[in-house]
């Protein structure tokens, strides 16, 4: 048994590992902020979600297996929140250099229900 968890362990925490590496090149090599962004959120949340499942087998108890899907969890939320604030601040400075080379003064006003 030792010897297939050991397998598993292996085979998940490479796949994760991959999917990191994936997600560093697409930061390297994709052309826009939105892009490079999307290529590191999908990768790095997959990557993570392969290495936790491969180091639940390797888990001391029940409770160190929950903190590992805690902490994966977490860092799932966070990863969508910071991805969607850093994508808005991009689309309004997109905005804001849009308007300027409009020659507009001031950037458009939102509308506020």
Excluded: Y
């Excluded at 991009?90 to 939102?110: C, I, N, Q, S």
């Amino acid at each position: 048994m030792s010897l297939l968890a050991s397998a598993f362990t292996l085979v998940f925490v490479a796949a994760g590992i991959g999917f990191f590496a994936a997600g560093t090149l697409g930061l390297v090599r994709l052309p826009g902020t939105l892009s490079r962004i999307h290529a590191l959120t999908k990768a790095d949340n997959v990557g993570l979600a392969l290495i936790v499942l491969g180091l639940l087998p390797q888990a001391a108890s029940v409770l160190d297996a929950a903190k590992m899907v805690a902490i994966w969890l977490l860092a799932q939320l966070a990863s969508g929140a910071v991805a969607q604030v850093m994508a808005e601040a991009v689309m309004a400075e997109a905005t804001l250099a849009e308007a300027k080379d409009a020659g507009d003064a001031a950037p458009p006003e939102e509308s506020r229900p």
